[in-house]
Every structure is written in structure tokens, then in C-alpha cells.
């Protein structure tokens, strides 16, 4: 299997089929999102329900495949690449997109998780069958912070365990990966009490990250491994 992934990609001589794949279905679980925003902004909640949670399916069966052929990054902040430009376009343009696409999955992908936590609370069942919000102020969540707490042992975890990154990209990846989007959570707590004015504005937040998720991955996939220098 590894050798496999590791053969020739279908994008670039400089890809493999394993980092291909990975692209792939990144592209497939942000659209999946995204396409549930659509059905939410019509008012479609039953169907929007249920594309969110085939877009989780995807989004694990994603990080899992991710996990082990792409070392959730790390691999790209310690130059561990085929990477063929200079060093100087690197450290002025590729590193700091790369540090930013951290930023924007970590919190893409930890609002996703909220959502999906703060969909079933908020959620009403009307007596058609359809779903609509509940109003009210909403309770904060145990499930979510200890999902977050697993989230920030699984990064410890991972770092720990590739031995890749220096004690200082150590603690920025920890804070981008955990501190960040906790962070953000507390703000959304504070800031939107009602249950269904959060989920609305918070939604739409979480998509404006999704869409900046699928910039920043093609984008830095395509000068990584695409792009002719």
C-alpha cells in the first residue's frame, strides 16, 4: 500500500498518488460543507442536516487517511518536500501561507465540529418532519470542550510521536492547532447567547473559513507541487 501511494501522482511529476488522493478528498469534504450551507440559506433544514453529518463522515475518513500518509503537515513546516523553489520565495510567500492555512483549518475544522454539536442542540423538529432553531439562550457544551481536549492530547500525540518539528514550531502548532480555535470558542460563547442567532452567524462564519480552506490547500498545494520555478 505504501508503495502505492507513493508512486507517481496524476497532477504533477513532483506529486505522489498518495498526496493527490489526500487533495482530493479535502476538495470533497469542503464542497460536501459548503453545499450544506447552500441548503440552509434555502431553508432546506432536514437536507442541510444530513449533508453535514455525510460531510463529517468525510471530513474523519479524511483526517485518518491524512494522519498517516501526510503526517497531518508536519512534513511541509519542516521542509520535508519536493519543493523546487528558492529559498528566498519560501520564507517570504510559502511559509507564512502555510502557517496561515493552519490557521484556517484548525478553526475551519473545530467549527465544523461545533456546528455539527451546536446543530442538534439548537435544532427543532416541526411536525411536518422538517427542522427548523430553537430560540433562547443556548447551554455551553461539555461534548465539545472534550472533544477539543482530545483534539489538543492527539496534536501532543502527533508531535511527540514524528519527532520533525523543533521545540518552537512545536509550541506554534500546538497554539494554532488548539489554542486558536479554543479561543474562538470562548469569544462565540460570550458573544452570541441565543441558540439560533448563534448557529445562523456562526454558520456563515464557518463557511467563509471553508471557502479560504479550499483557497489556501489548492493554493499551497500548487506551489508546493505544481508550480514551475
Do not use: E
Amino acid at each position: 500500500m505504501i508503495d502505492f501511494l507513493g508512486g507517481p501522482g496524476i497532477l504533477s511529476p513532483r506529486t505522489t498518488l498518495g498526496s493527490d488522493i489526500s487533495l482530493f478528498m479535502a476538495m470533497g469534504f469542503i464542497s460536501m460543507f459548503l453545499f450544506a450551507g447552500y441548503l440552509a440559506r434555502n431553508k432546506k433544514g432536514l437536507a442541510h442536516h444530513r449533508m453535514i453529518l455525510a460531510s463529517m463522515v468525510m471530513m474523519v475518513l479524511y483526517l485518518a487517511y491524512y494522519a498517516q500518509v501526510r503526517y497531518m503537515g508536519l512534513a511541509s513546516l519542516s521542509d520535508q518536500m519536493k519543493y523546487m523553489g528558492g529559498s528566498d520565495f519560501y520564507n517570504t510567500v510559502l511559509h507564512p501561507l502555510l502557517m496561515a492555512h493552519l490557521v484556517v483549518v484548525s478553526i475551519s475544522l473545530y467549527l465544523s465540529v461545533y456546528m455539527v454539536i451546536n446543530g442538534f442542540m439548537a435544532r427543532f423538529p416541526l411536525d411536518d418532519g422538517s427542522l427548523t432553531l430553537k430560540t433562547g439562550f443556548a447551554k455551553p457544551s461539555k461534548v465539545l470542550w472534550g472533544i477539543g481536549l482530545a483534539w489538543f492530547a492527539f496534536l501532543v500525540w502527533m508531535t511527540t510521536l514524528s519527532g520533525r518539528l523543533s521545540s518552537s514550531h512545536t509550541v506554534i502548532f500546538l497554539v494554532l492547532g488548539f489554542g486558536v480555535p479554543a479561543g474562538v470558542a470562548l469569544l462565540i460563547h460570550f458573544a452570541l447567547p441565543k441558540a439560533d442567532r448563534r448557529h445562523r452567524i456562526v454558520g456563515r462564519v464557518c463557511l467563509m473559513f471553508f471557502g479560504l480552506m479550499l483557497a489556501t490547500t489548492t493554493t499551497t498545494y500548487y506551489l508546493l507541487y505544481i508550480a514551475k520555478y
